[in-house]
């Protein structure tokens, strides 16, 4: 990529990435080694050297006397008659079960937040709550060279350039980025059969 991007005059730099360079021991999580460079971060850090959650903030929490209840699916948050929410109403392995509450965090993503707030009636005084989101559309494209590349080795997401991010005398709002992708060798083959139309056993 960065070849190319040369050739055309497209500035590219280091991509930024949650990976540890030297190895890090935080009291409440442990010791993380560094990134070994095996390239598949997109399925998992076999190592712990990549900050996922499962890492960072949850031996985090764990180790503060926190308590985590997975597979649960919030569905209400109860109000008391001052308006603070004092009780969250989750459904968990086919049960509905409830928490008192202090203090509650909504950290769901974008909709899960946006559709808590509008079937609770919560902070949407603006009528703004779910609407203007915009979706993160990606194209990948591969290509094959001559010398042996080994994309499977390293960050996957080594390089990036924001040159088009705000182009100028753009008739659009916003842009793109360009980034690297390292591609694991299952992903290759998959990509590849498929392309070729190739099913079964064989």
């Not at 960072?56 to 503060?64: E, G, M, Q, V």
Request: net charge positive; hydrophobic share 35%.
């Amino acid at each position: 990529m960065e070849g190319g991007c040369k050739q055309l005059g497209i500035k590219t730099s280091p991509a930024a990435n949650a990976a540890l360079s030297a190895g890090y021991y935080r009291e409440g999580v442990g010791y993380r080694p560094a990134c070994a460079n095996r390239g598949f971060c997109q399925a998992g850090c076999t190592i712990g050297a990549k900050a996922s959650m499962d890492v960072t903030y949850i031996p985090l929490a764990i180790h503060h006397g926190a308590e985590i209840r997975p597979e649960s699916f919030v569905t209400q948050l109860v109000q008391d008659t001052s308006g603070r929410i004092r009780e969250v109403v989750y459904i968990r392995h086919g049960q509905e079960e409830r928490q008192r509450c202090r203090f509650v965090f909504l950290c769901a993503g974008t909709i899960e937040t946006a559709r808590l707030l509008l079937v609770n009636n919560l902070a949407n005084s603006s009528g703004q709550v779910g609407r203007n989101l915009m979706a993160h559309t990606g194209l990948q494209i591969w290509g094959e060279f001559k010398e042996d590349v080994r994309p499977y080795k390293g960050i996957p997401g080594a390089l990036i350039s924001e040159d088009t991010h705000r182009p100028k005398n753009a008739d659009f709002a916003g842009g793109y980025l360009l980034q690297s992708i390292g591609v694991m060798p299952l992903t290759y083959i998959s990509q590849m059969a498929r392309a070729r139309g190739l099913w079964g056993t064989r």
